[in-house]
């Protein structure tokens, strides 16, 4: 019998000779294992969950505690009930419940908006709980009875909660009413600009006769601090930073193709538009970059091990497929959350894209 290190996660197969062989599974390769990576990334996510301290305070820690309180508890209910069938695994469940608490959005714009979302306590902390509930008994344990993972499970869990509430949650009338559409040339200056729009929505300002937004408002806005959308996304420098740091810690494992190509492909269809529809390029690529779904989906739920292909070439093309599509449904669907949608349909092609490319053996660089 051929034994690999004990250090590495192992998948099963049989010889001819009926010899049985051990092989590292997959996505393992390089010196970090399934549970290392977990760890690392728990890691990484707390300290995005501290960096949300400053724009929603203790609401956003409350948040984060109920979601893995929530995952954990059922991860180890489900193992008793499956015996076997859905091991206990601690540590992944606890990452779930964090990626559920941060994909989740809080604060209220600006005065023009109505509360179409419950973005603030005490009912954020009833729905993220259920989200997280959904979540672990669907698609988590629910997925994994089928023998693999065919979508991300804190995406769908969050569309299926909210999907009899498409209108008011997804796609609310002030993303047509109020928000400068996508279709037409967005720049700084002017009282009803996109720059306004935004920082009305993520900086909370009150809007007067004489508002403006200047480029170096806006930009630290998206990038440094918002204050309304995902918790996850409050900082992109942070998400961006703290990302960078997971995939080097996580060499080998992470899927830093997917996170790359995403983040190239949205800038420069963004830079695209900006020659189809006029305004300024460098608002439109900002927005579509840095806004709270795009930058924390592209570091951690585009790479999910899971639902995501295994070949290089494979993961080049699911990211160019969700850059696009997330473009698509924000321009012309003013769905601004739609990178989750996009998710989950470049999801549903992974068995396809998993036989393009070459397969390197398991285990191997």
């Not at 306590?121 to 509930?133: F, K, Q, R, T």
């Not at 047509?176 to 935004?198: C, D, E, H, K």
């Not at 460098?282 to 924390?296: K, M, N, P, T």
């Amino acid at each position: 019998m051929k034994r690999e290190p004990q250090n590495k996660k192992t998948s099963f197969s049989h010889l001819s000779n009926n010899e049985l062989v051990v092989e590292p599974a997959p996505h393992v390769t390089g010196h970090v294992t399934k549970d290392l990576l977990m760890k690392y990334t728990f890691v990484a996510l707390c300290i995005l969950v501290a960096v949300s301290f400053l724009s929603w305070g203790i609401t956003s820690i409350i948040l984060s505690v109920i979601s893995v309180l929530v995952a954990v508890s059922l991860d180890y209910l489900l193992s008793l009930v499956m015996k076997g069938r859905g091991p206990l695994n601690t540590m992944s469940a606890a990452v779930f419940g964090l990626i559920v608490a941060l994909s989740y959005s809080l604060g209220i714009p600006s005065q023009l908006f109505r509360e179409v979302l419950p973005l603030t306590a005490p009912m954020a902390y009833v729905y993220v709980a259920i989200i997280a509930a959904v979540g672990m008994i669907l698609l988590k344990k629910g997925q994994g009875l089928l023998g693999r993972k065919y979508v991300n499970p804190a995406a769908t869990a969050k569309l299926l909660v909210f999907l009899p509430f498409l209108s008011e949650v997804f796609l609310p009338e002030e993303h047509t009413l109020m928000l400068p559409s996508l279709t037409t040339p967005i720049t700084f200056s002017g009282q009803f600009s996109f720059a306004v729009f935004l920082q009305s929505c993520f900086a909370n300002a009150a809007l007067t006769a004489n508002t403006t937004a200047s480029p170096n408002d806006v930009l630290w806005t998206l990038g440094v601090l918002k204050l309304h959308s995902w918790v996850g996304g409050a900082s992109s420098i942070a998400v961006i930073v703290v990302g960078i740091a997971l995939i080097f810690f996580s060499r080998g494992y992470m899927k830093w193709r997917i996170t790359l190509t995403y983040l190239v492909t949205t800038a420069l269809f963004a830079f695209g538009l900006s020659y189809v529809y006029g305004g300024d390029p460098l608002l439109r690529v900002a927005f579509h970059l840095f806004v709270g779904s795009s930058i924390f989906l592209a570091f951690f739920m585009a790479t999910d091990p899971a639902t995501t292909p295994i070949t290089g070439l494979g993961q080049i093309i699911f990211a160019i497929g969700l850059g696009v599509l997330t473009i698509a449904f924000q321009t012309w669907g003013h769905f601004i959350g739609g990178s989750i949608l996009a998710l989950i349909i470049m999801n549903l092609t992974v068995p396809l894209l998993d036989r393009v490319g070459i397969h390197k053996p398991f285990g191997r660089r």
